[in-house]
């Protein structure tokens, strides 16, 4: 018996020790290492992916070709929306996931830690593939995110055989990660810590994870579908061959409908964990939230033909998406109304997290409103393949998605660093950001309902001075991050000493332990009572 309990003191003391070194990082099965290589690996991305944004908008600063030619500003429209959905939003929710879900459940780290360090590990080859094909003859994936057949299969370059590949390598990261956050949240949760005890951002983590499970297999089968029409002579979408190009639409969107709540489900959990901290209030109608998160990954199955209302589907089709949609709407409503009335009569403070999640809250319900609008059968029409799409979506990836990691991480990282950011720069960079992201995208609002179509490098001549703005807003915005950059260096360097609460009102698991959290967070699991 005492040779084992030796054995098991050497093995206590062999884990505390941390490697040093690169090889810390490349063999590493601790969550929050693996959670900070994502949330760094999302930076990265988040400024390759607006690295070119910048030459879509430098291009459309006034009409006419001025920098670009059509074909190379279709590759930077094409891998700007892949890069910074699949690269940027995505990772960074992993990053929060692996280095919160733990923390907040009191488990001792994720439950397959090898699985988490491999899940991790793959994406940078992904995105290596993904940006070399821009370097091949030809160019890179030219067919917009949203890959088209037959732009994607008959019309492409060669780069689609690369592109596919890259796509099926973040496929696999996704279905591993999740994996891990399903069997973590069911089976190592601290003793007490029942259901409807779980903080929200675990809850609709668990839902989201769910959601990919579901639908990262379905975008592997159409990638491998849109690989096979190309290469290998099948005709799932060729007419000609007795397939069918509507078909496409219909598979991509039953997995794209979904993966656009999985990038915006982690920010909602994000609010409902900053916006009672400081209302110094507990969250208004909790289980109602998780019931309204459950009820959105349900119904966000029943509403992919939304995106394909000008396909001339059946008028009966037509009625049952739309009405789908327009519900979609009222577990939303719910959650926003949650965070209004957790705010009432709160004794609210302004510290930089929650400027961003009051920011999230308006800027992402002005995103859903346009997108009821884009739900009306009949006005969508109108609405179809114009700037007014791009305006809605931005809203609710932009102001939505990205401002909440945003906040997630000003949030969380006096806890991961133990020392407090600068908040007179984080200030700044609120403002900066508040105020050049609505220059960036309201006005696409309007040049979208006068009929500007999007995805091409030239326009007529009445949309130049609202291009203009909207340029001068994209510029504005990419430099605000630096700012970001800036708080994040200048943190991790050092600064005043973060108390383990940090936030006055902060209630908690994640708040009990020392900042900087300890390597190992429980040796023992807490008893929630």
Known sequence: MSAVVNDHEHDHEHHDHKPSGIKRWLYTTNHKDIGTMYLVFALVMFFIGGAMAMVIRAELFQPGMQFVEPNFFNQMTTVHGLIMVFGAVMPAFTGLANWMIPMMIGAPDMALPRMNNWSFWILPFAFLILLMSLFMPGGGPSFGWT?????????????TALFVFSVHIMGISSIMGAINVIVTIF????PGMTWMKMPLFVWTWLITAFLLIMVMPVLAGVVT????????????????????????????????????????????????????TFARKPLFGYASMVYATSSIALLSFLVWAHHMFTTGMPVAGALFFMYCTMLIAVPTGVKVFNWVATMWRGAMTFEVPMMFALAFIVLFTIGGFSGLMLAITPADFQYHDTYFVVAHFHYVLVTGAVFSIIAAVYYWLPKWTGHMYDETLGQWHFWCSLISVNLLFFPMHFVGLAGMPRRIPDYALQFADFNAFISIGGFLFGASQLIFVWVLVKCARGGEKATAQVWEGAEGLEWQVASPAPYHTFDTPPVIK
């Not at 089976?187 to 601290?190: E, G, I, M, T």
């Not at 690989?227 to 078909?247: C, H, R």
Request: glycine content about 10%.
């Open 147 to 159: 890959f088209y057949a037959p732009l994607s299969t008959t019309y492409s370059g060669d780069s």
């Open 225 to 276: 579908m849109v690989l096979t029409d190309k290469y290998f002579g099948t005709s799932f979408f060729d007419a000609a061959g007795g397939g069918d190009p509507v078909l496409f639409q219909h598979i991509f969107w039953f997995f794209g409908h979904p993966e656009v709540y999985i990038m915006i489900l982690p920010a909602f959990g994000i609010v409902s964990a900053i916006v009672p």
């Open 187 to 190: 089976n190592l949760r601290a």
